[in-house]
């Protein structure tokens, strides 16, 4: 395993459409960072792939800088590529043992679960950690449905890795996760929807910390 348990507590994922420009959004993740945010995911699903690449190595470079981990979504060459730690990948994305092959033994690699056998099978192909969500309704993704907390509790119970839960968490309702066998939360609009990312995320980080 790449990536230690505490590290996950707090888990930043980012959406550029709470920034107000280039510079604005990589302030957003200095400021998640700082706030706490020990791991940070760059997903961006209409970039074409020079522009990307770009971004994704100056994400990387922040994140090393900032001493954070940096996590590509979906795109296992562009973590290569980009110097970035890892990448994560969902259940209609890159399989998991593919994304391990190319990125080697070294580097993180996540994966979607949303059931104990998705679970099982992505700890055998190499996950490093597992997100585990819908938790709760989102308006990040639209397909996503959230699951029931039975589901959680039977993801952590057989991933044999650390497991965040993602969708729709926020301060208001991070405690109800409490008692499931997490090891953290990932989190969206619970930090760069906020007017303040920096604040956001470390209450979400103290919060998450009673898990």
């Not at 590290?7 to 200095?30: K, M, N, P, S």
């Not at 706490?36 to 994704?56: H, M, P, S, W, Y």
């Not at 043992?97 to 033994?105: D, S």
């Not at 039977?154 to 208001?172: L, Y």
Request: hydrophobic share 45%.
């Amino acid at each position: 395993m790449n990536i230690r348990p505490e590290t996950l507590r707090l888990y930043a994922v980012t959406d550029r459409a709470w920034a107000a420009g280039e510079e604005d959004f990589f302030r957003q993740i200095e400021a998640a960072v700082r706030g706490g945010a020990a791991i940070v995911q760059l997903r961006e699903k209409n970039l074409e792939d020079g522009a990307f690449l770009a971004e994704a190595r100056r994400f990387a470079s922040l994140c090393r800088r900032l001493g954070a981990v940096s996590i590509i979504n979906d795109r296992a060459d562009i973590a290569l590529a980009a110097g970035a730690d890892g990448v994560h990948v969902g259940q209609g994305d890159l399989e998991a043992g593919r994304a391990r092959a190319l990125l080697g033994p070294d580097k993180i690699v996540g994966v979607s679960a949303h059931s104990a056998e998705e679970a099982r099978r992505a700890r055998e192909a190499g996950a490093d950690y597992l997100g585990c969500g819908a938790a709760f309704a989102t308006g990040t993704k639209s397909d996503a449905k959230p699951i029931s907390r039975e589901t959680i509790r039977a993801v952590t119970a057989a991933a044999g890795v650390p497991v965040v839960a993602i969708g729709g968490v926020s301060r208001e309702n991070i405690l109800e996760l409490k008692g499931l066998g997490l090891s953290g939360v990932a989190v969206v609009s619970g930090i760069f929807g906020q007017r303040d990312p920096e604040a956001a995320a470390r209450e979400l980080k103290a919060l998450a910390e009673r898990l």
